[in-house]
């Protein structure tokens, strides 16, 4: 597929972030597995049911669009996935583990944040008002986990 307009490339990004969300329904229960600490797994499963619901926002504005998601990849929170294998090698205390999950839910987070800004400025400049309510929720769901994931991780921090 040529992107010559931005249409297109409205379609292509909402399809990497798709893509992004897929990986990221897919990722959680990874690192939920990989942590002891309760407060985090219990966050980190209740992220599952967002990302099921921002995927279903994305899938909304496809067909919205009366259009189907370009097959993409977003590397980079497959690239997540790979750097968390490579970690668990050099065998972390339990401490730093949950630290560094943090860290990569919170790159994850920023990631998606700023995707979601771009396609919520390109919705509105392509008047998809429809399509911008569901992008502005996914957002929202997003910008809050920055919210919890920073404080929580403060007293792991400091041992």
Not at 20 to 27: G, K
Not at 47 to 73: G, H, S, W
Request: aromatic residues 6%.
């Amino acid at each position: 597929m040529a992107i010559e307009t931005l249409v297109d490339l409205f379609r292509y990004e909402l399809s990497v972030l798709l893509d992004a969300d897929r990986q990221s329904s897919r990722i959680l229960p990874l690192l939920a597995g990989a942590v002891e600490n309760e407060e985090t797994k219990r966050l980190l499963e209740g992220r599952e049911t967002e990302i099921i619901q921002q995927i279903q926002n994305l899938d909304q504005c496809f067909r919205l669009l009366n259009e189907a998601p370009t097959n993409v990849v977003s590397d980079m929170l497959r690239g997540t996935k790979r750097e968390l294998h490579a970690f668990m090698e050099h065998a972390p205390s339990s401490s730093m583990l949950t630290t560094y999950v943090f860290d990569a839910v919170i790159n994850g987070a920023n990631f998606k944040c700023s995707c979601y800004r771009r396609l919520i400025e390109k919705a509105s400049l392509l008047g998809y008002t429809d399509c911008l309510q569901l992008l502005q929720q996914n957002l929202a769901q997003e910008a809050t986990v920055l919210g919890w994931v920073s404080p929580t991780a403060e007293p792991v921090l400091a041992r």
